[in-house]
């Protein structure tokens, strides 16, 4: 959603007869957009804020803006801490930005709740010519114990599905081949009497975009409906991020994840019933706060048995304000632990499952140049990574004959049929 995010600032700034240079040394407004989520990422953010000083020195007409979730979590340290920051901007602020260019104003915070806004008009630009982000759905509703996003990116809201078509297609005709519709819980889009399926139907009659893929949707929210428009269609890729987060039900209660490890793996058997060939993908959270050892090795026994494709996994990162938060939390050096053994396992299985494709002929969207020169990157409909050589160029969809793995990357030749 950052991402995304930025392109819609980039396009602001576009609008306003700005453009985009290489270097931040030869920029003369800098944003820094940040993610609150993990304890980790706004370190991180500080430690960019911080290096971004010495600019300020060399070109003092530099403007530097804080925007995302930690300039609305965190406004006061910033101002005081970083007197050189300009501006402060949290989510959903966003169209004020043309307004602070002009030099009337130079420092300021904008960071109120603004639910309100659908990003009505508002169209990003696109800086991933292949396959693009396009948000459908902000905010989110469901409050799981330990997350902040609903804080700071305040209540579900989704976007006009008009909105969203006339962004498609102009992407469509800037060369886009692949959307990616975004959202805290895309399954829950719902626009006047358009849902997600709906929305799904409507992205696919345009000529140009061979593929539609969305993110995230929560496991309770998955709809019959949805699969059947997944597996009647050919554009919309076999390839569901179901974050589970834990295997015990003691700590998904304690996460108001809303569903049981029983309703997961039926759904999952129910997906995997339905579509040939799914991907099915999933975050995992260790160490939330009382989770014990037979706790953690509930998550361990269902990643065995569901065989995810793919997962990021986190160790739980405290949120002051969230309800997990008065849970207490338990020793970093078990959380990392657990974290490293969760890690070996899914690497493990997802090596296995990548292996699985040697030898077989799998569709590849071509995105870009990989390291080596004469070879390329690309994906497969099921969202699997491929490295390929091939007289091929960016943005075409080709058939590859997977000959070995290199890590845990499928590698293979293009294949004509
Ligand atoms: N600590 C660690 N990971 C978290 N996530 C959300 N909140 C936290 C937290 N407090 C993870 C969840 C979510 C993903 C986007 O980030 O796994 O699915
Ligand atoms: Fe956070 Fe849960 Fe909403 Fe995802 S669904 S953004 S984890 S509150």
Not at 188 to 217: C, D, H, W
Request: glycine fraction near 6%; hydrophobic fraction near 35%; proline fraction near 3%.
């Amino acid at each position: 959603m950052n991402v995304y995010d930025s392109q819609l600032i980039a396009k602001f700034l576009i609008k306003n007869g700005f453009s985009s240079v290489n270097t931040p040394e030869d920029a003369d407004i800098i944003f820094i957009n940040t993610c609150s989520v993990r304890e980790h990422a706004e370190t991180r953010a500080f430690g960019r804020i911080a290096s971004l000083n010495r600019l300020k020195i060399d070109n003092p007409n530099l403007k530097l803006f804080v925007v995302g979730c930690m300039a609305k979590r965190m406004e006061e340290k910033i101002w005081t801490k970083f007197p050189f920051v300009n501006f402060i901007v949290g989510p959903d602020n966003y169209r004020k930005i043309p307004d602070l260019l002009n030099d009337s104003i130079t420092r300021g915070i904008f960071t109120t709740e603004n639910n309100s806004e659908k990003y009505t008009g508002c169209i990003a630009s696109n800086d991933r010519k292949v396959s693009s982000f396009i948000a459908v759905t902000r905010g989110c509703n469901n409050f799981c114990s330990y997350c902040i996003v609903p804080y700071l990116r305040g209540r579900e809201r989704s976007r006009n599905h008009k909105d969203i078509m006339r962004e498609i297609t102009l992407k469509a005709f800037e060369g886009v081949k692949e959307i990616i519709l975004l959202g805290q819980n895309v399954n829950s889009y719902n626009y006047g009497v358009v849902n997600f399926a709906g929305l799904l139907k409507m992205v696919q009659t345009v000529p140009q975009i061979e593929r539609a893929r969305f993110i995230t949707s929560h496991p309770k929210d998955v709809t019959d409906e949805l699969l059947d428009i997944i597996s009647s269609s050919d554009k919309i890729c076999n390839h569901l991020h179901l974050p589970l987060q834990s295997g015990s039900n003691r700590i998904l209660s304690l996460m108001n994840r809303q569903y049981t490890r029983e309703y997961y793996i039926k759904l999952v058997e129910k997906i995997r019933g339905k579509l040939q060939s799914v991907a099915i993908t999933t975050d995992i959270l260790v160490g939330f706060p009382t989770e014990k050892e037979e706790d953690f090795k509930a998550t361990l026994d269902i990643i065995r048995r569901i065989r995810f494709d793919f997962a990021y996994m986190f160790r739980y990162s405290k949120r002051e304000g969230t309800r997990a938060a008065e849970l207490g939390d338990i020793p970093e050096k078990i959380k990392g632990e657990r974290l490293k053994e969760v890690i070996a396992l899914q690497n493990k299985i997802t090596k296995d499952k990548n292996s699985e494709l040697v030898g077989k002929s799998v569709q590849v969207l071509v995105e870009a140049k990989s390291r080596r020169a004469d070879e390329f990157y690309g994906k497969t409909k099921e969202n699997k990574a491929v490295v390929l050589s091939g007289n091929v160029q960016i943005g075409d969809i080709v058939n590859v004959k997977v000959s070995e793995i290199r890590g845990w990357t499928p590698y293979g030749k293009v294949v004509y049929e």
